[in-house]
């Protein structure tokens, strides 16, 4: 008889790696994934690490099936060499989908350090599932922005890069990249951008017009000029649900042009009072703004309904 080997045990766990030591239960839990190679397979969907040293994760991270690794969280104050370290393993998560990274880096980015940038950058070249991407400082993107963007592999649903500084060059890239268009989410806050060529964002806008669907240009120093010249943009995003413009100092004036821009209740009511006809039944729809505009709660209970009733028969 010919001897059948037995496909290995796969072990699902979600790994959330956020002590100076490994603890008691991961410490056994290793050791026994250990004595048993290589019988078993350690899989992981999710990946969270705060405030753990590298070797550690390097521990961890050498016992796993970095493949089956669909969401990654990192909160540690890395600077990049250290990330330059984890990019590798980073690399091996093909099915990577969402990835988040904060803080990356809290000091001032040097030139010599270039070379950890194409490390990290070139990681990305092997996700080809990406699909979230999440930056909070990353000091290091600045004036290299294009060269993470040729790295993404497929369109991303969302983009988040914010609290760094950016050179208009880099949004320029951002706005010339051929998969922008694909975006639903995009969150640029704390990047400053007072300085930039006010039809910077109106290009960026236009290109993300049919889709989008939450922007957040918080704390960018947008400025009267910029936020007019994208304003038509702005009005052209069918299915934008959330836009926040927190912590820009803008005009009063500059303020009501963006509320004409995006009132469109009336063009709302009008287009559910012709939905309503179709339907040929009775019926009552609430519209209402989040957060109220009178007493600032979740919900407003202070408009009217918009009421069809069927006509009675003849």
Not at 79 to 106: D, K, W, Y
């Amino acid at each position: 008889m010919t001897k059948q080997h037995l496909a290995p045990l796969k072990v699902f766990i979600d790994l959330f790696l956020k002590e100076k030591t490994l603890d008691n239960f991961l410490t056994y839990f290793l050791w026994w994934v250990e004595q048993r190679k290589p019988s078993i397979h350690l899989c992981c969907k999710k990946l969270k690490i705060i405030s753990m040293p590298m070797d550690n994760i390097v521990k961890v991270l050498s016992m796993v099936q970095l493949d089956y690794i669909q969401e990654v969280q990192v909160s540690c104050t890395w600077n990049l060499s250290t990330l330059a370290t984890f990019a590798p393993f980073l690399g091996e998560m093909c099915n990577l989908q969402r990835l988040v990274l904060f803080p990356i880096h809290m000091s001032a980015f040097k030139k010599q350090e270039e070379h950890h940038v194409v490390q990290i950058t070139s990681q990305l070249l092997r996700l080809g599932h990406l699909r979230d991407l999440h930056l909070e400082s990353p000091s290091f993107l600045e004036g290299h922005l294009d060269q993470m963007l040729r790295c993404l592999k497929s369109p991303l649903d969302s983009l988040s890069i914010t609290q760094c500084w950016l050179t208009e060059s880099d949004l320029t890239h951002l706005c010339q990249s051929p998969d922008i268009s694909q975006l639903k989410s995009l969150d640029l806050s704390g990047v400053t951008m007072t300085d930039f060529w006010p039809e910077l964002l109106q290009v960026l806008l236009a290109k993300v017009a049919a889709i989008m669907q939450e922007l957040d240009f918080d704390v960018c120093g947008i400025t009267d000029s910029q936020l007019e010249a994208f304003l038509p943009a702005l009005s052209r995003c069918s299915q934008l649900r959330s836009f926040s413009l927190c912590g820009n100092v803008l005009s009063a004036a500059g303020m009501e042009k963006l509320l004409r821009h995006r009132s469109r209740l009336a063009q709302l009511r009008a287009q559910l009072l012709e939905i309503l006809r179709d339907l040929g039944r009775p019926r009552i729809i609430w519209i209402s703004l989040s957060p109220c505009p009178r007493c600032g709660e979740a919900g407003c209970h202070h408009m009217e309904p918009v009421i069809y009733s069927c006509p009675a028969p003849a």
